[in-house]
C-alpha cells in the first residue's frame, strides 16, 4: 500500500475549534458581530498593536489602506515582485503604479538600499514583505519612511507570531495579516489590519462594511443600527463570527504552533544541510524569531540534474505535496503585457529575483506533521536528486 498524502500545508484546527464554530451557528447571530470583537482583541494582545479591524481577507486589507491613504493614479508604490500578486492587483486597480525592487538573493526580502534607489517624486507608499514566517529589516526602512515622509505598510501576511528586535510584528506602523487556509492561524479566509493610528482604523472600519458610519454589530441592541449612514461609498469586507472563531482558538495557542513549527523546520535544515543543490532560505541577521510560516528551498538545476518543477512533479508521484511561493509578480503574463517597455530595466534591476523566479520550492510544514514526515520529505529528494544527477 503506497503512503498517505502529505499535503503542503494543513491547518491546526482542534476539536474545540470545530465546537466554537459550532456554538457561533446555535447562537443565532453568525456574521461580524461579538467573535470579531474578541479576534481583534487577541489580536492586539499578540501584536502590540492599539488597532486592529478584521477583514474577509489580507487582499481587502491591501485593498482598503490603498485608498484610505489616498493612491491613486500618477502614484507609485514601491514593494517587491516576489510576493503574492494580489498586492500588485490592488495597487494597479486603484490606479497606482507598482514599482518593483529587488530582493536578497538569499532570504528572498528586500532592503532600505533596494527601496531608496526607487524613489521619486510619486513615491506615495512602501510596501515591503516579511517573508515565509521571517521578519524583515524593519528599522532601516522606516528610517527612509521618515527622511522621505513616505508611509510604509507592512506585508505581514506571513508574519503572524514573528519577532523583530524583541518586538511582534504589528508592534510598529500598519500591517496586514492574512488568515488563509495555509497560514499558521487560519479563519478559513480572512485577514487583520493592525495599526496605532486610531482615524486610519477608523476609516477602514468604514470602508470595510458600504461605507456606514457604524459596523454592523452594535453590543447593546445585537443588531445594526437603523439610523445608520453612508459616510462614502464602501464595500463588503467584513468577517463573519463563524471565520473569526476558528481563529481564536489558534491564536490563543500560538505559541505551542509556532514552537511545533520551529521544531519541524529546523529539523529539515539538519537533513537538507546534506543534499547536493537544495538550498534552504537563508535566516535574518538581524535579532529575530522566526514563525517558520513556509520551508522554502531553492532548487539548483545544475547539481541537482532536474528543475525545480520537475521535483515538484516527481514529489508527487511520492504522495508529497509541494508548492511554490511565488511566481515573481513581474513575470505574469498580465503584467509582462502591462510593462513590456520596462523589460530591460526589470532584467537589471530584478536579478536576484529572476535568479529565485525558477528555483524556489515550498515543502510540506504544518503543525500535525512529524520529525518522520520531514524525514521522509528530505528522502525522497535525495532519491529523486541522486536518481537525475
Known amino acids: 500500500m503506497s503512503e498517505q498524502f502529505l499535503p503542503l500545508s494543513r491547518p491546526a484546527i482542534n476539536e474545540q475549534d470545530i465546537e466554537a464554530v459550532v456554538d457561533v451557528l446555535r447562537s443565532g447571530w453568525i456574521t461580524t458581530g461579538a467573535k470579531c470583537a474578541e479576534l481583534e482583541a487577541l489580536i492586539m494582545q499578540q501584536t502590540g498593536a492599539q488597532q486592529a479591524v478584521c477583514l474577509s481577507s489580507a487582499t481587502a486589507g491591501m485593498h482598503l489602506v490603498l485608498l484610505a491613504l489616498g493612491i491613486g493614479p500618477g502614484d507609485e508604490v514601491i514593494t517587491p515582485s516576489m510576493t503574492w500578486v494580489s498586492t500588485i492587483n490592488m495597487i494597479t486597480l486603484v490606479g497606482a503604479k507598482p514599482v518593483f525592487v529587488d530582493v536578497d538573493i538569499d532570504s528572498l526580502m528586500t532592503s532600505a538600499e533596494q527601496i531608496e534607489a526607487a524613489i521619486t517624486n510619486k513615491t506615495k507608499l512602501i510596501i515591503p514583505v516579511h517573508y515565509a514566517g521571517a521578519p524583515l529589516d524593519l528599522a532601516p526602512i522606516y528610517a527612509l519612511s521618515e527622511q522621505y515622509n513616505i508611509p510604509v505598510v507592512e506585508d505581514a501576511a506571513h508574519a503572524l507570531g514573528a519577532y523583530y528586535h524583541g518586538k511582534p510584528i504589528g508592534a510598529t506602523g500598519h500591517c496586514i495579516f492574512s488568515l488563509h487556509a495555509i497560514k499558521n492561524i487560519t479563519s478559513a479566509e480572512g ?199
Open 191 to 389: 485577514g487583520v489590519f493592525t495599526t496605532n493610528d486610531a482615524a486610519l482604523a477608523d476609516r477602514i472600519r468604514v470602508l470595510k462594511f458600504h461605507g456606514l458610519a457604524v459596523d454592523a454589530f452594535d453590543r447593546e441592541t445585537k443588531g445594526r443600527l437603523p439610523q445608520a449612514e453612508v459616510v462614502e461609498p464602501g464595500f463588503k469586507y467584513n468577517l463573519p463570527d463563524i471565520s473569526a472563531a476558528l481563529a481564536i482558538g489558534q491564536l490563543k495557542r500560538i505559541g505551542s504552533i509556532t514552537q511545533q513549527r520551529e521544531l519541524l523546520a529546523l529539523h529539515y535544515l539538519s537533513l537538507l544541510a546534506n543534499v547536493n543543490g537544495v538550498t534552504p532560505l537563508s535566516l535574518p541577521t538581524t535579532e529575530h524569531q522566526h514563525c517558520w510560516h513556509l520551508m522554502i528551498v531553492r532548487i539548483d538545476p545544475v547539481n541537482c540534474g532536474l528543475t525545480r518543477d520537475q521535483l515538484i512533479s516527481e514529489l508527487k508521484k511520492q504522495q508529497i505535496g509541494a508548492g511554490i511561493h511565488f511566481k515573481a509578480c513581474h513575470s505574469h503574463k498580465y503584467y509582462k503585457e502591462q510593462f513590456a517597455d520596462e523589460a530591460e530595466l526589470f532584467a537589471e534591476r530584478l536579478k536576484n529575483t529572476d535568479f529565485n523566479n525558477t528555483q524556489i520550492c515550498s515543502l510540506p510544514l504544518f503543525p500535525d506533521m512529524t520529525v518522520q514526515d520531514v524525514e521522509r520529505v528530505v528522502t525522497a529528494i535525495s532519491k529523486i536528486v541522486e536518481q537525475h544527477q
